[in-house]
Nanobody
């Protein structure tokens, strides 16, 4: 079992920044890609970003490219999402998730992730 706990969400004005953290416990995540997803009220969950097990490769949704940065610290079993230039449309509950298969490149499909955190709310005011 893997437990994922997100933190760092909150209320921020448009143009501001937040840094989300996802701390993993239980089994290690060091050999797995990790992803961030979000779900706005009344909308479907959508892919935000993913990072390979080594941190050497990252992937982003077009809507956040150039503004968000995903990173990881395997020594701390933690994944981060630095969010800059936030917009009201970034408001959502943000979830981190572990990719289902070790040593595989991540995809943006939520069905390929097996462990999920409880989420952290991000609200961007205009």
């Amino acid at each position: 079992q893997v437990q994922l706990v997100e933190s760092g969400g909150g209320l921020v004005q448009a143009g501001g920044s937040l840094r989300l953290s996802c701390a993993a416990s239980g089994r290690t995540i060091t050999s797995y890609a990790m992803g961030w997803f979000r779900q706005a009220s009344g909308k479907e969950r959508e892919f935000v970003a993913a990072i390979v097990w080594s941190g050497g490769g990252t992937y982003y949704a077009d809507s956040v490219k150039g503004r968000f940065t995903i990173s990881r610290d395997n020594a701390k079993n933690t994944v981060y999402l630095q969010m800059n230039s936030l917009k009201p449309e970034d408001s959502a509950v943000y979830y981190c998730a572990r990719y289902r298969s070790s040593w595989e490149l991540p995809t943006p499909h939520g069905s390929r992730y097996d462990y999920w955190g409880q989420g952290t709310q991000v609200t961007v005011s205009s």
